[in-house]
């Protein structure tokens, strides 16, 4: 370290670096110099050289850092082993510590933390040579390298440093001032002049104090004019303004070159330039109007042919619903014609089979060779009376086949092992059962002709077990048999 000098400030005024009391020292500022991270700067502000990496917004890890409701700042301030005189020890100490944290919260307010909630904001700060005010170097350039990264911000924040030499304050105080000052008072605000840091090591007075933040202001002002500058180098885009100024300064050298002894002829030849390019502004003018005109016929014409074209499709989009719509009424009044006709032709079909089976009498159980024979006169003489009793009417309230007290006499009809022996007793019982419901109603004539083939077999004496019954059983006791319409078993 070298020793102390003995004058700080001069007697004209100037400082040991040839600067005035409210003068900055020189700064220098590169944006996007690391590849790997998010936002990145390199700062050099008189013998200071920092760099900044912005990493984020990302997940925290540990998760219990996590803030469910806005971001984690994560502000990490280290000084290279190699950035003062003597090596400085390796790893966080006390005093980066606590700046690390001063600064992180000089920029709270101003990152909208609460657009990402559940992550984190990394910002890491490497002192690679220091020479006094490394904290307000961290900050300024920490505000660009976010700017860079694309974090949302209020506005920049700019610090400065003012401090007391030889009785006097001045502003932004290098090694020598900061060494051997009698204070040291870093300052952090925003660009609408909110303070968000300030610290002061030594003593003040009030008055000291008020005049050495209106030269941070200033300070501070100057700052912000050449990070905004920086930004606006890398983000906005170029303009080609220089080609056409090169341009403009040929024509004129052009303009300017001819002599005196061509004066008059020059003159001469620029009137007729003029009044030629008067007359095609004219006729661009009339060409312009014309076209116009045309352009706006044109359009007229293309807007009615669109209209019309849009009303022919309506009609005819009308045209078809109609048209699909008949269509469809056509077919469902076929489909229920066709309906219709199947169900008339299967019920008379129906109708034609159940009286044909009755005729030929297959709803009776068939009967061995020898019974055929015996009842083949009883079938004739039934067919014969059968227009007798189709023309009685009347006979449909009698339900006298389940009121014969003399049929429930026979006790023979439970000795007929052969009426065991024939399983389409069932199948015909059921075909009796469906077609009882729908063609007793409409044909009466079934009741009068059961009524009637009892007569016939009674009157020619022929034994009651031979007859067909139908569907019922017949017994003597009614606890012989389960329920009415059972088969023998």
């Not at 000291?208 to 050449?226: H, R």
């Amino acid at each position: 370290m070298s020793d102390k000098p003995e004058k700080l400030i001069t007697d004209d005024g100037l400082r040991l670096d040839g600067r005035r009391a409210d003068e900055i020292r020189p700064m220098k500022i590169e944006v996007g110099v690391l590849s790997r991270a998010d936002g990145s700067c390199y700062l050099e502000w008189g013998k200071n050289k920092i760099l900044v990496g912005v990493f984020g917004p990302r997940e925290a890890h540990p998760r219990r850092s996590q803030r469910a409701d806005n971001a984690v700042i994560r502000y990490r301030y280290n000084m290279a082993s190699f950035s003062v005189e003597d090596r400085a020890r390796p790893g966080p100490s006390r005093r980066s510590i606590e700046i690390s944290k001063v600064s992180r919260e000089a920029f709270e307010p101003v990152i909208m933390t609460e657009l990402f909630p559940k992550t984190a904001i990394d910002i890491f700060v490497e002192v690679l040579q220091a020479d006094a005010g490394t904290r307000t170097a961290a900050i300024n350039a920490s505000s660009i390298a976010l700017a860079d990264a694309g974090i949302p911000m209020k506005g920049l924040i700019t610090s400065c440093a003012f401090g007391k030499v030889d009785g006097q304050i001045v502003l932004d105080l290098n090694k020598e001032e900061d060494n051997y000052g009698e204070a040291d008072f870093p300052v952090a605000m925003t660009q609408d002049g909110d303070i968000t840091l300030l610290q002061m090591d030594g003593h003040l007075t009030p008055e000291e104090i008020k005049k050495g933040l209106e030269l941070v202001k200033k300070g501070c002002k100057e700052i912000l004019e050449i990070q905004r500058a920086v930004l606006r180098k890398k983000f906005e885009t170029p303009v080609e303004e220089p080609e056409e100024e090169t341009e403009e300064a040929e024509i004129e050298a052009v303009e300017a070159e001819p002599s005196l002894e061509y004066a008059p002829e020059a003159a001469v030849v620029e009137e007729i330039i003029e009044e030629a390019g008067e007359f095609e502004e004219e006729l661009s003018q009339e060409t312009v109007e014309a076209c116009a005109v045309d352009e706006e016929a044109s359009e007229c014409e293309k807007l009615e042919e669109i209209i019309k074209e849009a009303e022919a499709e309506v009609i005819e989009a009308e045209a078809i619903e109609e048209v699909i719509e008949t269509e469809i009424e056509e077919e469902a009044e076929e489909e229920a014609l066709e309906a219709e006709t199947e169900f008339e032709a299967a019920f008379e079909a129906s109708y034609e089979e159940f009286a044909e089976s009755v005729v030929t009498g297959k709803l009776c159980p068939e009967k061995t060779v020898s019974e055929k024979a015996e009842l083949e006169p009883e079938i004739e003489e039934f067919a014969e009376e059968k227009p007798e009793i189709e023309e009685k009417p009347e006979i449909e309230e009698k339900p006298e086949i389940e009121e014969k007290p003399e049929i429930e006499e026979k006790p023979e009809i439970e000795e007929k092992p052969e009426i065991e022996e024939k399983p389409e007793i069932e199948e015909e019982a059921g075909i009796e059962k469906a077609a009882s419901e729908e063609a007793f109603e409409s044909k009466p004539e079934i009741e009068p002709e059961a009524e009637s083939r009892e007569k016939a077999v009674e009157a020619e004496e022929v034994p009651v077990e031979e007859e067909c019954k139908g569907p019922w059983k017949v017994v003597k006791d009614p606890s012989e048999s389960g329920s009415r319409g059972e088969n023998y078993e």
